[in-house]
């Protein structure tokens, strides 16, 4: 009897495709903050530095204003135009963005429009004029959209668990550069002005700084940046492992949520304040207790510096109480921070000491930039098809509430700048109420828990953004896999049953 001999081949074990856990998506389960890890780490660190340098570049004229102001003969009404125009610009550029990020992926849509706004920031140093002024801020000011990018991207690389603190540190970090500008301009204008050059040419050499590292980011981008954890929108799309979305059905999506508009209003008197802070700070300690510009300055910085820990933990506070209460405890713990923030504000305008001042001002900070982290706590769940565009209105919606604020309370000397700051701290309380409309029908609102039925459940509501016959096409399999991971944002007391938990989908 012959026998035959078979050769059991023992199956070599899959080598580990990313560096990060992930889940069913390939989004990283975890944080590793010091990682460069490729594809998460890496896209990372590249959004949040290169969101920091056009931070940077945006807000390099405040701090200079008083050197600027006398070289340009540039009025009150002019600086407060001028400031108004570095923030309205990013509102209809941070929708673009969103949109473009959908359709095309964020790391191409961040480095094009970085590229774009390079050559204002290079042709600062040639303004002449109030107008040129106000006008090259504007354009400047465009750069802001990158947030939109920045966030759209950590919501493609880090899964529902731990969104939140990728989104509040790479936002915080990017919005640090509001702060450090304070410091950074100053400094390069003194040393421009000690190797020899006057103090009204020395201002516009300390702009080629900022320029230069911010077109240099965007290079950086393109060389080492990818668009999603399986790859770049461009080759994921030709390989069939992406459809190919409409611009119309994802724009349609994304501005027919009612929950988009809400969190772009209440963003508006969180970031939209910060912005409007980065503005008017460094003059308002200049000019109100007579402090030197640098003196003035350092204070300035220690508002927007405090991003470093505040806006990521935002983020950080958001998960933590989601994997307790879930979207409610996300909803609960925004409307709360924001509102103090709100309390502090006013609290702000109306201390008449140096030393009471800067205390609250710290306080404040700690709390309106929490309350940015954890804003995008909440939208990455709002939309799966039209994430870009929600992003975009959130952001575009922080830079409107920044421009209505300027407008109103700080252009021209309607206000003193301590009564502008007390009426701004009433307008954050009051427009952080809508907070309490927002309900989802799977995870419910701050006072209703979620609704009853076949339809409260993560698949059906992120499926109800494809057609059926795009469903049939198998369009909908990247949302199906989201809602899955999303179950997370029941929290540990919902005890509602669904008919999803069941039956687990099946994908193709």
């Keep these: 009897m012959e026998v035959e001999a078979t050769t059991v081949m023992e199956s070599k074990p899959q080598p580990q495709k990313f560096a990060l856990p992930v889940d069913s ?3 990283a389960t975890q944080f590793w903050l010091f990682s460069f890890a490729k594809p998460h780490m890496r896209a990372f660190h590249l959004s949040w530095f290169s969101f920091f340098l056009c931070f940077v570049s945006t807000f390099a004229a405040p701090p200079l204003i008083p050197i600027i102001r006398d070289n340009l003969n540039l009025t009150a009404t002019d600086i407060g135009n001028a400031g108004i125009a570095s923030v309205s610009g990013a509102v209809f550029a941070r929708l673009a963005m969103g949109t473009a990020c959908d359709l095309f992926g964020p790391r191409l849509a961040s480095a094009c429009l970085i590229l774009l706004t390079a050559p204002a920031v290079f042709m600062f ?7 040129s002024f106000l006008l090259l801020r504007f354009f400047i000011g465009f750069s802001l959209a990158t947030f939109v990018s920045t966030q759209f991207w950590m919501s493609s690389m880090f899964s529902a668990t731990v969104v939140g603190t990728a989104n509040g540190v790479a936002g915080g ?3 640090l550069g509001g702060g450090a500008t304070q410091l950074i301009m100053p400094l390069v204008f003194g040393l421009v ?12 050499i300390a702009f080629q700084i900022p320029a230069l590292f911010q077109m240099l980011s965007a290079f950086t981008i393109l060389l080492f940046g990818q668009d999603m954890p399986d790859g770049n929108y461009h080759r994921l799309e030709k390989s069939g492992e992406k459809p190919k979305d409409k611009f119309t059905s994802v724009f349609w999506h994304g501005i027919s949520n009612y929950r988009g508009w809400i969190l772009a209003l209440t963003y508006g008197y969180c970031f939209g304040v910060e912005l409007t802070i980065d503005n008017i700070i460094a003059e308002y300690f200049y000019d109100r207790f007579d402090l030197k510009l640098h003196t003035a300055g350092v204070i300035a910085a220690t508002f927007g510096l405090a991003n470093i820990v505040s806006r990521p933990a935002g983020g950080v506070l958001s998960d933590m109480v989601s994997r307790r209460f879930g979207m409610r405890g996300r909803l609960w713990s925004l409307w709360a921070v924001q509102t103090i923030g709100g309390v502090l504000c006013v609290i702000m305008g109306q201390v008449g000491s140096l030393k009471a001042s800067i205390v609250v001002m710290v306080l404040f900070s700690f709390f309106v ?7 995008f706590g909440v939208v990455p769940f709002v939309s799966r098809r039209s994430l870009g565009v929600i992003s975009g209105m959130t952001g575009g919606g922080g830079n409107v509430g920044a421009v209505l604020t300027q407008l109103i309370f700080f252009k021209g000397s309607k206000y003193s700048k301590e009564r502008g700051i007390t009426l701004m701290g009433i307008m954050i309380i009051c427009c952080t109420l809508p907070m309490t409309l927002i309900h989802f029908p799977q ?3 701050m ?6 039925g076949k339809a409260a459940t993560e698949e059906e509501y992120y499926m109800s953004e494809w057609s059926t016959k795009e469903q049939d096409k198998g369009y909908h399999h990247a949302s199906v896999k989201f809602a899955e991971n999303s179950r997370s944002e029941r929290g540990k007391g919902d005890s509602v049953t669904r008919p999803s938990d069941e039956i687990s989908p099946t994908h193709v």
Excluded: H, V, Y
């Design 193 to 204: 002005r000690d190797i020899g050059a006057t103090k009204f040419t020395a201002w516009r």
């Design 447 to 452: 006072f209703f828990g979620p609704s009853s």
């Design 443 to 445: 995870w419910g609102g």
């Design 369 to 375: 930039q929490g309350a940015c982290g954890l804003t």
């Design 25 to 27: 998506d390939n989004k």
């Design 125 to 131: 140093s040639m303004a002449s004029s109030p107008i």
């Design 173 to 175: 970090w990017g919005n």
